[in-house]
């Protein structure tokens, strides 16, 4: 099995900055990219960011690119969503995921097997 923790949401104004950190344990060898989801109350879940593990090829959902940046720290089995720049429209809670992509990089969800409990980011305006 693979474990994945999730921290770093908080709640900050417009344009200010979080990090998220994702720490994964467990059978780390079973997934080759991961990626970070956002649910909205009333939305569908969305793709925001994914990496791939092995080669560090990274992708963004267009409403995050330029804002959000998405890094990794193969020794420490984490992953980090550095996001600027907020907005009211980012507010969520959001999810780390741990998959096998066939491309190596996704934002869909169903690529993604392995899932934390999530961190609500709220972004007041």
């Known amino acids: 099995q693979v474990q994945l923790v999730e921290s770093g949401g908080d709640s900050v104004q417009a344009g200010g900055s979080l990090r998220l950190s994702c720490a994964a344990s467990?059978?780390?060898?079973?997934?080759?990219?991961m990626g970070w989801f956002r649910q909205a109350p009333g939305k569908e879940r969305e793709g925001v960011a994914t990496i791939a593990t092995g080669a560090g090829r990274t992708d963004y959902a267009d409403s995050v690119k330029g804002r959000f940046t998405l890094s990794q720290d193969n020794a420490k089995n984490t992953v980090y969503l550095q996001m600027n720049s907020l907005k009211p429209e980012d507010t969520a809670m959001y999810y780390c995921?741990?998959?096998?992509?066939?491309?190596?990089?996704?934002?869909?969800?169903?690529?993604?097997?392995?899932w934390g409990q999530g961190t609500q980011v709220t972004v007041s305006s």
């Open positions: 467990g059978y780390t060898w079973r997934y080759n990219c």
């Open positions: 995921a741990a998959g096998v992509c066939p491309w190596l990089i996704s934002l869909a969800s169903k690529d993604f097997h392995y």
